[in-house]
């Protein structure tokens, strides 16, 4: 049975409107994950911002790295497709404490570390946490605060040790533009009409 002019016409539009129902309206961009190890006495705050690390250390027991007149690192690791893809592999960054030189523990005030503005990749300004894991003989608290991420580091024994985080974050989607849509369903649109009108026949 032939189809008329009409119902190819409505053939040819519900085509078109399950293809746009089934589009993607967002791309949807791999996860991203930050590892961090670092040397703690007692407790120790690290915000992770944009490409930037900043510590923030309370009183009054040592700071990270510091305890025993020591100066040890911050080891930085970054996967764009974890395990397989490293960005950072184990980047050393020893903070630098304005007003606190080495070997003074900074114990006892309140202090900020100078920021490490390094970070590769940077922590997108929107994202969600999918993942966290950590090792090490207390606990750690990661919060999210907007496009920022907080890990509270806590080590209540007699002496520092080593803990160790890994936060992975899922990269908001990207909306597809609507232009975009618009121009595809429109050139499909005329493609699809393009195969309906026939020019009219001669007379003979």
Same mark, same amino acid.
């Given at each position: 049975?032939?189809?008329?002019?009409?119902?190819?016409?409505?053939?040819?539009?519900?085509?078109?409107?399950?293809?746009?129902?089934?589009?993607?309206?967002?791309?949807?961009?791999?996860?991203?994950?930050?590892?961090?190890?670092?040397?703690?006495?007692?407790?120790? @705050?690290?915000?992770?911002?944009?490409? +930037?690390?900043?510590?923030?250390?309370?009183?009054?027991?040592?700071?990270?790295?510091?305890?025993?007149?020591?100066?040890?690192? +911050?080891?930085?690791?970054?996967?764009?497709?974890?395990?397989?893809?490293?960005?950072?592999?184990?980047?050393? %960054?020893?903070?630098? %404490?304005?007003?606190?030189?080495?070997?003074?523990?900074?114990?006892?005030?309140?202090?900020?570390?100078?920021?490490?503005?390094?970070?590769?990749?940077?922590?997108?300004?929107?994202?969600?946490?999918?993942?966290?894991?950590?090792?090490?003989?207390?606990?750690?608290?990661?919060?999210?605060?907007?496009?920022?991420?907080? @890990?509270?580091?806590?080590?209540?024994?007699?002496?520092?040790? %080593?803990?160790?985080?890994?936060?992975?974050?899922?990269?908001?989607?990207?909306?597809?533009?609507?232009?975009?849509?618009?121009?595809?369903?429109?050139?499909?649109?005329?493609?699809?009409?393009?195969?309906?009108?026939?020019?009219?026949?001669?007379?003979?």
């Amino acid at each position: 049975m032939r189809m008329t002019r009409a119902t190819k016409t409505l053939a040819c539009l519900l085509v078109l409107t399950l293809g746009l129902a089934f589009l993607p309206l967002a791309v949807q961009a791999d996860p991203i994950y930050f590892e961090f190890s670092a040397y703690i006495d007692h407790e120790d @705050i690290l915000y992770i911002k944009g490409n +930037t690390l900043q510590w923030f250390h309370p009183k009054p027991y040592a700071a990270v790295g510091r305890w025993g007149c020591r100066n040890e690192p +911050t080891y930085i690791t970054t996967y764009t497709s974890f395990p397989d893809v490293k960005v950072m592999d184990n980047v050393a %960054w020893i903070p630098n %404490w304005p007003g606190y030189p080495h070997p003074n523990e900074i114990r006892g005030v309140d202090a900020w570390s100078d920021p490490f503005t390094g970070l590769i990749p940077a922590l997108p300004r929107c994202f969600e946490m999918v993942y966290i894991y950590y090792t090490g003989r207390d606990s750690a608290e990661v919060q999210q605060d907007g496009d920022t991420i907080k @890990i509270h580091f806590h080590d209540r024994h007699g002496y520092a040790d %080593w803990h160790r985080v890994r936060v992975g974050v899922s990269v908001c989607p990207v909306p597809v533009p609507a232009g975009l849509l618009l121009f595809g369903s429109g050139a499909g649109l005329l493609l699809c009409l393009r195969r309906i009108v026939r020019k009219p026949g001669r007379n003979c």
